[in-house]
């Protein structure tokens, strides 16, 4: 229970920072249909993926999804600012 409780805590500060950094973001936001992966769509998002992963932020592509970016319990929050803060700066924002 701690664990799922962590999980969605880290994915609903992902989602908000996510969304404040002006990303779409194509995950449920209701905890009961939400998984721990958090979908960033862009329109370059496997170019995006690649680059993520080049400088070793964990994370895969899907088409129509984009990014699955996917914290787990042991992560912290600025490991995920810092995940995001990369990618405003790959795309410029």
Same mark, same amino acid.
Not at 12 to 31: K, M, N, Q, S, V
Not at 78 to 83: K, S, V
């Given at each position: 229970?701690?664990?799922? /409780?962590? @999980?969605?805590?880290? +994915?609903?500060?992902? *989602?908000?920072?996510? !969304?404040?950094?002006? #990303? !779409?973001?194509?995950?449920?936001?209701?905890?009961?249909?939400?998984?721990? +992966?958090? @979908?960033?769509?862009?329109?370059?998002? /496997?170019?995006?993926?690649? !680059?993520?992963?080049?400088?070793?932020?964990?994370?895969? #592509?899907? &088409?129509?999804?984009? *990014?699955?970016? @996917? &914290?787990?319990? #042991?992560? +912290? !929050?600025?490991?995920?600012?810092?995940?995001?803060? +990369?990618?405003?700066?790959?795309?410029?924002?």
């Amino acid at each position: 229970k701690k664990i799922r /409780e962590r @999980s969605l805590a880290l +994915t609903d500060y992902l *989602i908000a920072l996510t !969304e404040e950094a002006g #990303f !779409e973001i194509r995950t449920p936001r209701d905890h009961k249909h939400r998984g721990g +992966t958090v @979908s960033v769509f862009h329109p370059d998002a /496997e170019h995006l993926c690649h !680059e993520l992963i080049a400088r070793e932020i964990l994370c895969d #592509f899907r &088409p129509n999804a984009g *990014i699955r970016l @996917s &914290p787990h319990f #042991f992560n +912290t !929050e600025e490991e995920l600012e810092h995940a995001v803060a +990369t990618l405003r700066e790959l795309v410029g924002k």
